[in-house]
Each structure stands twice: as C-alpha cells, then as structure tokens.
C-alpha cells in the first residue's frame, strides 16, 4: 500500500512515515544488462573529474565571506524548515568555544571565487547568526556561566578568540561540464557529501539546489488555503514568514517540505503523462525542478494558474477527502496525483455537476482490487503513472 502500514490519518503522521514516503521515491526497476564491454565504456564516460583544494577560515572571515553573497552563497532562498534549532547551533558554538576540531564544509566552486555551499549549511548559519547577535546560548554543556548570552554579552577575550577559530573548508570544482539526462554533477555531489547532523530530504535538496520562481512558487501554492485544508496543514497566518507559529512548525508535512513535494508531484506527473520525463520517481521530481529553475514569469503565473484551478475544481466536486482512502484514515498521495492531473487534463469537464456520478465511479473503482492496485498502489514506473492517470480521466469523464 502507498501508505505505511500503521494506519495513521493525516494529523498522526510521523517523521518516520515521511522518511518512508521519500524513500519510496527511490524504488526503480532495475536497468538492462549490459556485456563487459559497455559496462567497461559506461565506466569511463561516467567517470566525474573533480579538483579538490582544501581552505582554512577564520570565524571572523567566514561570517564576512557569507555576507557577501558574491562569495559563499548559502542559498538565501532556502529556508529548511526547523532543523537545527537554538540548542543544536548554541552546542556547536560551545565547541568552537572549547577548540574542538569542527567537520569540514563542502563548497562547489560555480565560478572562479564564486562558491557555494554542497554540506554544512548549518553549521554555517549557527556561526554567521551567532555572530550576527541573532540568538542567545542554551543548553551548554562545560560553559553553563555563558548561558543566555549573544556575541555581544560575551567577554572582549572570548569575543576576540572565538572569532581567530578556524573551520575546514574543501573546495569542490568539477572539471566534467556533463550535466544531462543521465546526471546532474551538482545534484550528485550535493546528495553524495551532505552529512550532516540532520540529512537533507530529497525536497530539501532539490530547494537547495534550484532556488527561483518556481521553487518559491511551490512554497506560496503549499501554503494556500485549499491546499492546507486537504493536508490537514495549520492554517497560514500574516507573520508567519518571520515567526512560524508553533504548531506550523511541529507539523510534519509541513517541517520536513512534503508539502512542497506533494505540489511538485503535480507538474511532474503531468509531464510524465505528456512524455516530457522518464526515470525513477525522484529523478522525475528532480528534472521538473531544473526544467522549471529558468522558468519565465509568465510560464510560472501559467503553472500556479494550472494546480489552483484543478485542486480548486475536485475539491467542488469531490470534497476534501476525495484522496482519503475507504478505511477513512490514509491519505494515498498517487491518488491524490491521478485525481489532480486527471482533471488538468480534463478542462470542459463539469466536475461539480457530475459530482455524484464521480463519486460513484471512485467508489467502485477504490472496491475492486484492479482498479484500486492501479490507483493507489506503490507502482512508480513510467506505465503505472500514465495508467493511473489514464483510469482518474475514466473515473471524471465517465
């Protein structure tokens, strides 16, 4: 089944069950066999020729660096959503602190003195806001007479020697310009290095990586109401930019990106069903957000235009729990696709006056074990996406 086995509804959900949704992403059938020969040739034109060289900065040069946007570019339209929080980065001040040896960063040079962050975002963040005087030390272990403090309650000596702290950074410049169907370098390194205390998830990666209008897009379509209604996700409120309230912030969907995922799925599987990508379900979701990186505005008001409508046209005719399963608990994110895109492609449609008739026909198909294999099931192949679809337009046209 689509859903882990626990039965929860929407509002019980773990972080555990989306970890398992992120990981199913993954399964993909596995490829041809191939001779010795093109096994041999696929290895060397699959080889990545990367330069490393390795930097030393000091606290004081670091926070300047990623100041200057120019420098070190941390992303700053990615907000990861309430991961490391005021404990974790007072923790890692407190080792720099007591001189203890920091992990390495991972920086990508994108062009000459240009970089930008592949692992340790985090860290970074910790020691540019401490720095900043943006939060106040807690949960120290072997400082607790610093507790409470900012940079700037601390003592001029401890000032001045936690900025001559150093911290590791190896440079990454990849000399294969490769970046096609097959990989994206950028992609690969940034999956392949990033270790830290707290993995990124895969949309917390491709938010990373592909930051624009699209990517904020999906963060505005994520938050509005009919959106947040059929998730069950806490309302948006004016000042949540800048203070999320603390239930927001608690919601798994919503901490761990999900949310943004399950409006990605929507453009995805519509370019599956239109032959515009092929893969595994996560390089699907990968390619749809460097195709859309570049997006103009008018192709982006064109899109939100697309997923507001259709959700806005089931959720009339079928209500807010048209992608509930018949136990009433599970929520089933490929029939919740199907449905959405179905009805995109689907725009003469009466859907509101042939509600009942839906209903009926959803009913029917969610009974039989065929049909509900179809809709519902784990199949994450370029087939079982484009029958589902195929049997949601059955299921609204009639």
Known sequence: ??????????????EEDIELWFDTEDESTVGEPLSDEELATKYAESQIRIVRSSL???LHTLASSIKDKNYIDIAPGYQRRARWDKK??????E????NIPIPPIFLFEKDYNQYEIMDGRQRLEAISEFLDNKYALTGLEFWPELQGRRYDDLP???QRGLLRRTINAVVLLAETEKSDESFDIRLILFRRLNTGGVKLNAQEMRNALYPGSFNEMLHTLSRSENFTSLWRIPKKTPKEDQAPPAN????VLYKSMMDCELVLRFFSVSDVVNGKVKGSLRQIFDKTMERYSQASSSQIETLESQFNESLSRVIE????DFHILPNGKQASRPLYDAILVAAHLLPSVNLQHDAPAIHARLDAALA???????LVGRGNTLDSIKNRVGLAQKILAG
């Not at 927001?248 to 919601?251: E, I, T």
Request: zero cysteines; glycine letters at 4%.
């Open 317 to 320: 005719a079928l209500g807010l």
């Open 88 to 93: 974790k980065k007072s923790l890692l001040i």
């Open 156 to 158: 001029g000596t401890i």
């Open 368 to 374: 039989s074990p065929e049909s509900y294999e179809i």
């Open 56 to 58: 030393d900065f000091t």
């Open 95 to 98: 080792s720099f602190l007591m």
């Open 1 to 14: 089944m689509e859903m882990p086995s626990s039965n929860k509804n929407i509002d019980d959900l773990s």
């Open 248 to 251: 927001l912030q608690k919601n």
